[in-house]
Structures are given as C-alpha cells and as structure tokens.
C-alpha cells in the first residue's frame, strides 16, 4: 500500500460528503473485512479523514450478520476462515449494498471471479488510497442514484435541469440528447453543488480508470456538453483544478 501522507494530494473529494449531508444521504458507513491488522491500521484513519466511519471484521463469516447501515463494503479475498468470494455470494444473497474487492490477486480469471460473484468492483493491491476513495464514493453515488428518493434527484442551475434518476437534461425546457458519458460527467458536476471537481476525480468516477490520454479525452466529453447545452459559462473551468457547474455570468 502506498504510503498514507499520498492521501490528501491523491484526489480532491472534501466537498462530497457535505453534500451527502445536504441530500439527507448521511456519511458513508464502510464495513471492512480485511484480516491484515497493518493495512486495517492504515485504511480505516484514511477512509476517516475523508468522512467516512468505518467497521472492521478480521474474518469472513460474520460479515453477511453485519450488513445493517453498512454503504459499501470493502472485502478482502484472502480470508482465515473462508475464501472471500464465497462470502461475496453470501452478502449478495441477503442484500445490494455495494461491495468492492480489494485483493492481492490480480489476475484476470481471479477479477472476473470476483465480479461475477457479486462484487460491483475490484482493486488490486497494492492501491492508491485515493483510487479506492474515489471508487467508493462511485459506486455509492451509483447506488443511491438507482433508488429514487425524491425531489432531490432534481438539480437545477440556471435553465438546466438534471433528473439523475431518469437520465433527463434540458435547458429551457428543451431536451438534450447526451451520450452515457456526457450525462455521467454531467451528473456529477451537477451533483457536487457549485464545488469544483479535480480532474482526476471526474476520470476516476466516470471512466473508473486513468490513462495517458484521459485529460483529452475529458475535454473532448466538456467541450461537447458546452454545445449541447447551449452556453459554454455552464461548464466553467477552474484552471489547473478542474470544472463546476455553475450559472453564465449575467444569468438569474
């Protein structure tokens, strides 16, 4: 595991969990099954800074009697008493709360394994804390998203809509028509309330991964909502930052 000091430069996620607060969706709760007592040592005042509470578990058993209030899970697949993708199966069974594995095995058959046993992620150790982060507040945000919950689900800036729960844009009362990945970057500016999202954030959360060209590819994906939505001042530029929505300068 990288190093903890990494964390607060790894990606910029402050403004998430206020705005969990403002939604009403409450700070994550992680339970942690995880038998290693030096990477439980490491993680959980890391999840901690970031807003998160956590429970550990050091064995797999219990872990489908510990699911109530729980957001995601973290599972590790080496565990002392049973191997982690059959507990997967098990939390599967009795609920859909998010679960990522996070595990030492990395090859390809051990990935497809894990995901087909439930598992809505996989990280391969050793991680990048600000990864993990990051992949937990996705599949949190997904996961919520999915259950509407009300008038929230609506966000409004200036003549933009956002309905995130049925995937609908329009300005003005007009629709826009926009790719999976237009509304995802969308969705999730619409939902950080004005603040900025990091660049690595945005890569992190839509596209689940990083790569050589995926600044380009995000400023392609921005320079196409601006045209759809009729006003490039919607999507703002925090240089060297990232980008907000926020409203067109002189707009109500």
Same mark, same amino acid.
Request: aromatic share 4%; charged share 25%; hydrophobic share 40%.
């Given at each position: 595991?990288?190093? @903890?000091?990494?964390?607060?430069?790894?990606?910029?996620?402050?403004?998430?969990?206020? $705005?969990? %607060?403002?939604?009403?969706?409450?700070?994550?709760? !992680?339970?942690?099954?995880?038998?290693?007592?030096?990477?439980?040592?490491?993680?959980?005042?890391?999840?901690?800074?970031?807003?998160?509470?956590?429970?550990? $578990?050091?064995?797999?058993?219990?872990?489908?009697?510990?699911? *109530?209030?729980?957001?995601?899970?973290?599972?590790?697949?080496?565990?002392?008493? @049973?191997?982690?993708?059959?507990?997967?199966?098990? !939390?599967?069974?009795?609920?859909? @709360?998010?679960?990522?594995?996070?595990? *030492?095995?990395?090859?390809?058959?051990?990935?497809?394994?894990?995901?087909?046993?439930? *598992? #809505?992620?996989?990280?391969?150790?050793?991680? #990048? !804390?600000?990864?993990?982060?990051?992949?937990? +507040?996705?599949?949190?945000?997904? %996961? %919520?998203?999915?259950?509407?919950?009300?008038?929230?689900? @609506?966000?409004?800036?200036?003549?933009?809509?956002?309905? $995130?729960?049925? +995937?609908?844009?329009?300005?003005?009362?007009?629709?826009?028509?926009?790719?999976?990945?237009?509304?995802?970057?969308?969705?999730?500016?619409? /939902?950080?309330?004005?603040?900025?999202?990091?660049?690595?954030?945005?890569?992190?959360?839509?596209?689940?991964?990083?790569?050589?060209?995926?600044?380009?590819?995000?400023?392609?994906?921005?320079?196409?909502?601006? /045209?759809?939505?009729?006003?490039?001042?919607?999507?703002?530029?925090?240089?060297?930052?990232?980008? %907000?929505?926020?409203?067109?300068?002189? *707009?109500?």
């Amino acid at each position: 595991m990288r190093p @903890v000091q990494h964390l607060e430069q790894a990606i910029g996620l402050r403004s998430y969990n206020a $705005l969990e %607060r403002e939604k009403g969706w409450g700070v994550v709760h !992680i339970l942690l099954v995880e038998d290693d007592d030096r990477v439980a040592a490491a993680l959980r005042p890391a999840l901690h800074r970031h807003g998160m509470t956590t429970t550990r $578990l050091a064995t797999g058993r219990p872990a489908p009697d510990h699911l *109530a209030g729980v957001d995601v899970v973290l599972l590790d697949l080496g565990l002392p008493d @049973v191997d982690g993708v059959d507990v997967c199966r098990a !939390i599967r069974e009795r609920s859909d @709360v998010p679960v990522i594995v996070v595990s *030492a095995r990395g090859e390809v058959d051990d990935r497809i394994l894990g995901l087909h046993s439930g *598992a #809505d992620d996989y990280l391969v150790k050793p991680y #990048d !804390i600000g990864e993990l982060v990051a992949r937990v +507040h996705a599949v949190y945000r997904r %996961r %919520r998203l999915a259950t509407p919950t009300g008038p929230e689900d @609506v966000v409004e800036v200036g003549d933009v809509r956002v309905d $995130l729960h049925k +995937h609908e844009v329009t300005v003005a009362g007009r629709p826009v028509n926009l790719t999976r990945k237009e509304f995802q970057v969308l969705a999730l500016l619409a /939902t950080a309330g004005g603040a900025v999202c990091t660049r690595s954030r945005i890569v992190a959360e839509v596209w689940g991964r990083s790569w050589a060209g995926a600044n380009r590819t995000l400023d392609v994906h921005v320079a196409t909502l601006r /045209t759809k939505l009729g006003n490039p001042e919607y999507v703002q530029t925090v240089r060297g930052v990232g980008y %907000r929505l926020g409203n067109p300068a002189g *707009a109500e």
